[in-house]
């Protein structure tokens, strides 16, 4: 089923210029490869991770992943996959995925822009930060999982525990 409406559609300006903008201003490290790729290097707690933006003008959709600098090992890929579909029913945005070819985990989301103006500076900071918010919250899983050999369920319980009180 397709739905449209007639009227002028104003091309949206490339948000990776502003992508661009944001991570010079953070001083982190990329690689602006063409009008439609950024790769950036971002710093968190467990590891670096690499941060991706594809824009598609034709489909006027931003695709974002945030890799984790992290290999599973084919023997692990299955306990993986079943962590994977454990995480990600309690994630609000985005999802996590097994990038294949490299064997690394990663945070995925694609904002559709059509028809809005473009993303907007503080859109850009909450994707970022949601990303590796949740990157750093299931590090520790992923983690249980590949070298503590826990099963997908063990790792979620363990890194999700939330301490209460001081030492």
């Not at 010079?24 to 950036?40: G, I, K, M, P, Q």
Request: aromatic share 12%.
């Amino acid at each position: 089923m397709s739905i449209s409406l007639v009227y002028e559609d104003e091309p949206v300006p490339n948000p990776l210029d502003l992508v661009e903008q944001i991570v010079t201003a953070n001083d982190w490290a990329f690689d602006r490869r063409s009008d439609e790729e950024l790769a950036v290097e971002v710093p968190g707690k467990w590891c670096n991770y690499s941060l991706y933006f594809a824009w598609r003008e034709d489909m006027g959709a931003m695709h974002f992943t945030c890799a984790f600098d992290m290999k599973v090992p084919g023997p692990k890929r299955l306990v993986i996959c079943e962590l994977l579909a454990m995480v990600n029913e309690k994630l609000w945005l985005g999802h996590f995925g097994l990038w294949e070819e490299e064997g690394a985990p990663m945070f995925r989301h694609t904002s559709l822009l059509r028809g809005a103006i473009g993303f907007t500076h503080e859109q850009v900071e909450d994707l970022v930060d949601i990303a590796v918010s949740e990157c750093e919250r299931f590090y520790p899983a992923f983690q249980f999982v590949i070298w503590g050999g826990k099963s997908a369920r063990e790792a979620v319980a363990a890194s999700l525990l939330e301490t209460v009180g001081e030492a």
